[in-house]
Structure formats: C-alpha cells, structure tokens
C-alpha cells in the first residue's frame, strides 16, 4: 500500500463517520485542546481507532479528531499532533494535514505552544504567524512527488494567508485580546534552546521558536490549503537572564491561553467566506 493509499484509507474512514464533510480543519497544539470540546454535534474519534493514523504521546496533546460545528460551519479539530523528535519522519508528521486535504478541507488553522525570542513578547501573548524559518533539517515533500497531492515546487510566497492574518487581528479586536505578529522557527527538538541558540535565532529574524507546525505549513500549501497559524507565547527567552525550562510550565501557560484563542479561532471561522 502507498502512502497515498494510507491518506485515502484514513479519509474514507472519517467521512464514514461523520455526516457531513469539513471545509475547515484546525490543528490543537500543546494546552490547547479545549476547543476541540467547544464544537456542537460533535463527532469524536481517538487517533488508534483512524488507520494509518500516527499515535500523539506527548503531554498536552489528547490525540484525538473531532469533527463538529461553530457558528454554521464544520470543522475538523485534531487535539494533538505528532512530532519529528518523537522518532517519526516527516511524511508522518504531516499525515494528518494530508488526510484533510483529502478530506475536502480548503483552510487551516495551526496552533502551537512556542518560546518567545522576541523580548518585546510578553509570557502569555498570542502571535499570528507572519512568515517562517525552517531549521529541521528536513523538508516533508523530500522524495519522489506525489502529482495528486500537490505539484513538485509548490509556491511557499504566501504560505500564511494575508486575508487570514487580517481576520484574526479583526476577531481579537472585538473581544479586547491584543494578537502580536511574527517569524516562527522551527527546530527539532526535544531539547529546548541554548542562550547561543536564541542569539542567533534572534539575529536571523524569528520571533517566536517552536517544535513543529512548519512541516504541517509546507504539506498545506504543496496541498493548496490556505493556513492561518498562531502561536501562544509560553515563555520568553533571554539568553541574558537564563531560566530553566519544562514542559509542566510550557502547557500550564498555554492552557491558560487556550479561551483566548479559542474566542479569536471561532471569530475566524465565523467571519471567513470559504
């Protein structure tokens, strides 16, 4: 069986349980799973009941899809993702985001819980994602080209969609949540960053550095998604003040971000013509 035969199999298997497809799909990163339970007439299917599907095992991430509505529109929430440091590759990563787009999905929303390399970021804020910077080492559409997914150069000028960014600073204008804006790095990962390291993401423009999401961006637009990501800021790094950090504080901050976003993803949705 090909991959592309596993994608397919797995969408086959979410459409047979839901009763109408989605047209917008919304990844939950670390602490942030509680609006998968915000959806009305919802469907919930755990990742090891999907085939093909890859396992989330890390903590915050509940490892389930949830196919529902808000404000009139369906929506796919998967509360939890995989990542490259688990010991998966980058097709598996990315299997998700693969199945949606097979699925019918035309948008999606990619959240994560990162460190802030911007010091004018406060520990808590919430960041749009304006461009990124992919320092993994690896690119997901490595290999032969899969013609049915998407072409083999696939335009990345655009990957964070302008009109997207625009609704978001709309929704959280009218609920008095301040968005900031910024370049996300992506790294592998597991260990968190050295003072060194943040100097020199510092000096090659990111602002906000994290351990996934990228990977889901380039699948999406070899895929021809359009992708609204946002970011919640859980810490700042100083390379100057240096701090330890842990994954209990990194959730513990992103789930008391996790209303606001969930109140400007929902402003999103609702004010978005597909």
């Known amino acids: 069986m090909?991959?592309?035969?596993?994608?397919?199999?797995?969408?086959?298997?979410?459409?047979?349980?839901?009763?109408?497809?989605?047209?917008?799909?919304?990844?939950?990163?670390?602490?942030?799973?509680?609006?998968?339970?915000?959806?009305?007439?919802?469907?919930?299917?755990?990742?090891?009941?999907l085939p093909h599907w890859p396992?989330?095992?890390?903590?915050?991430?509940?490892?389930?899809?949830v196919v529902g509505s808000v404000r009139g529109r369906t929506i796919a929430a998967l509360s939890g993702r995989c990542h490259a440091y688990e010991g998966h590759d980058l097709r598996t990563v990315t299997f998700a985001v693969r199945v949606l787009g097979l699925l019918g999905v035309k948008t999606v929303v990619?959240?994560?819980?990162?460190?802030?390399?911007?010091?004018?970021?406060?520990?808590g804020a919430l960041m749009v994602i304006d461009d990124h910077i992919n320092l993994l080492g690896a690119n997901p559409l490595t290999g032969p080209n899969e013609d049915r997914h998407g072409p083999r150069f696939p335009d990345m000028s655009e990957a964070y969609s302008r009109r997207l960014r625009t609704l978001a600073d709309e929704a959280a204008a009218r609920i008095g949540v301040t968005l900031v804006h910024g370049v996300y790095a992506a790294?592998?990962?597991?260990?968190?960053?050295?003072?060194?390291?943040?100097?020199?993401?510092?000096?090659?423009?990111?602002?906000?550095?994290?351990?996934?999401?990228?990977?889901?961006?380039?699948?999406?637009?070899?895929?021809?998604?359009?992708?609204?990501?946002?970011?919640?800021?859980?810490?700042?790094?100083?390379?100057?003040?240096?701090?330890?950090?842990?994954?209990?504080?990194?959730?513990a901050t992103a789930n008391a971000a996790s209303a606001r976003l969930s109140a400007i993803v929902t402003g999103v949705v609702a004010d978005y013509a597909i």
Do not use: K, W
């Not at 396992?55 to 899809?65: D, F, I, N, Q, Y």
């Not at 990619?110 to 520990?123: I, K, P, R, Y």
């Open 2 to 49: 090909t991959y592309y035969d596993e994608v397919n199999e797995a969408a086959d298997a979410i459409r047979s349980h839901v009763p109408e497809i989605p047209h917008i799909g919304i990844v939950l990163g670390s602490g942030l799973g509680d609006f998968a339970g915000s959806l009305g007439d919802a469907v919930s299917m755990p990742y090891d009941q």
């Open 55 to 65: 396992a989330s095992r890390v903590v915050g991430h509940e490892g389930r899809l």
């Open 110 to 123: 990619l959240t994560n819980a990162a460190g802030g390399v911007n010091t004018g970021f406060a520990q």
């Open 187 to 251: 790294v592998p990962g597991p260990s968190y960053e050295t003072p060194a390291e943040i100097r020199y993401l510092r000096t090659i423009g990111a602002d906000a550095v994290g351990m996934s999401t990228v990977p889901e961006v380039i699948v999406a637009a070899h895929a021809g998604l359009r992708v609204l990501g946002l970011s919640a800021i859980t810490n700042v790094c100083s390379p100057d003040v240096p701090h330890t950090a842990c994954g209990d504080s990194v959730v």
